[in-house]
């Protein structure tokens, strides 16, 4: 008798935790976008008679089920709490594995002004492309020895609340870049346009502390670049003035780009080089994003990182301008967009700057001062062209790794560019990859 009412009472807990469970399901929000995971989650499943045979129907409900389980965010986190807590821990480093992200280009437009989307997830990392070789595996780490406070893996560096990653470039990837440089001043100097180059160090150049540094040097790298330039190759020095500013808010602690800020000690560098005065900071108006988790804590979903939660700082030219983006064959079709998508919120945040990733923009101004630039640039160039407007009565942006376009030297012509500037970082730089598609975009 006993036994019978223990197996009467657990099938009714059973059975209520079932129908609790089932009342929380259906009548809790839904969301559309996971913040930790920085998806978009699951829509409600469309029933059609076609899908219900061939048992998709099933595994998308499944799946919709799986992402708006109640409070999934809130489980997600005590997950991840525990696996952190095992083991030994160390609260101010860790080190982390390599994620191999795809590369995928997320673009803000007017059409989508309102929606959350994931984060930029540009080439963190990699795929071999040609010959190229993945940046984490440029540099031999072989018979390091471990450090007393971690095993040194080649990855990501968590310190004080900050990702870094660890650089890999070397002398001969370094030259490499240079005589791509090199071959963009031989095709465009005879058509009196001078070539600039822009190239940031990463965050892991001032913050990774000298014991856990492996490899190359990215000041050396960058001295190796500008070696082997030819002489009237412009490269402003954007190592030293980061440098002299490290104290200040300059990389993000959870993404791999630098900030508002970063980009314009950058462009400070960049006038000084070109012989133009910089507009000062104080003249802008000055708006920040909040609560920005960016694409290193994308990768590592480490909880450490959210201590170190950023936020997205952005400068507001006064200059008046007209900007669009080209889309349809030959990017001719062209649609009128703000120079700050300031919409842009949660894993997106970043995307603030020229609305992200488009691979053709034109920017117009009325300052009739007979300066007009191409850009050529990867992600890490969109905070460093609002800066460039206030100089230019025409800029052309073009990002390298999408646009298939007329090639630079033709848009040369067609426009009487006075000025091309190539924008990317020291990482990239050391990236065949990225090189070989500059040359492309040169000669297409």
């Not at 969301?31 to 129907?57: D, G, N, V």
């Not at 799946?63 to 997600?76: C, K, Q, S």
């Not at 005879?190 to 990215?218: D, L, M, Q, W």
């Amino acid at each position: 008798m006993q036994r019978f009412f223990t197996s009467y009472l657990l099938f009714w807990i059973f059975c209520t935790i079932l129908i609790i469970g089932g009342v929380f399901f259906f009548f809790t929000p839904k969301q559309t976008h996971s913040e930790q995971e920085k998806r978009t989650l699951a829509a409600t499943p469309r029933f059609e008679w076609t899908q219900w045979w061939s048992k998709q129907y099933a595994n998308h409900v499944d799946e919709y089920i799986a992402d708006h389980f109640p409070y999934r965010e809130t489980w997600l986190q005590t997950a991840r709490t525990l696996k952190q807590s095992k083991g030994i821990q160390d609260k101010e480093v860790a080190f982390v594995q390599p994620v191999i992200l795809p590369k995928k280009k997320d673009t803000l437009s007017t059409t989508n002004a309102k929606k959350q989307i994931s984060p930029n997830k540009d080439t963190l990392t990699e795929f071999k492309v040609k010959n190229t070789t993945l940046i984490q595996t440029q540099t031999t780490q072989n018979n390091i020895p471990d450090t007393e406070d971690a095993i040194y893996k080649n990855g990501i560096l968590i310190y004080k609340n900050m990702a870094l990653q660890f650089f890999g470039g070397n002398e001969s990837m370094a030259k490499y870049f240079a005589k791509t440089m090199n071959e963009y001043h031989s095709a465009l100097s005879p058509k009196n346009v001078t070539v600039h180059c822009v190239v940031p160090p990463s965050s892991g150049a001032f913050y990774i502390p000298e014991k856990y540094r492996r490899g190359t040097s990215e000041k050396d790298n960058l001295d190796c670049i500008r070696k082997n330039l030819n002489s009237q190759v412009h490269m402003p020095k954007v190592y030293e003035i980061l440098e002299e500013h490290k104290d200040e808010y300059i990389y993000f602690n959870t993404d791999h780009h630098w900030t508002g800020l970063g980009a314009y000690y950058a462009y400070q560098a960049f006038c000084q080089e070109a012989g133009i005065d910089a507009i000062p900071l104080e003249n802008m108006q000055r708006k920040v994003i909040p609560k920005f988790l960016g694409s290193l804590y994308y990768v590592l979903q480490d909880e450490r990182l959210q201590k170190g939660m950023d936020s997205v700082v952005y400068y507001k030219i006064n200059t008046p301008y007209r900007m669009y983006y080209g889309k349809g064959e030959g990017y001719k079709e062209k649609i009128r967009i703000p120079l700050y998508a300031e919409y842009a919120r949660g894993g997106a945040s970043y995307g603030v700057f020229i609305g992200s990733d488009h691979p053709y923009i034109e920017i117009d101004t009325d300052l009739n001062n007979g300066r007009r630039a191409i850009v050529l640039k990867n992600s890490y160039g969109n905070p460093f062209v609002p800066y460039l407007v206030q100089h230019f009565d025409k800029i052309i942006a073009l990002d390298y790794r999408y646009y298939d376009g007329k090639g630079v030297k033709k848009l040369v012509d067609q426009y009487q560019i006075t000025d091309v500037i190539i924008v990317t970082t020291s990482v990239f730089a050391n990236v065949a990859w990225h090189s070989d598609r500059l040359k492309i975009v040169l000669n297409n």
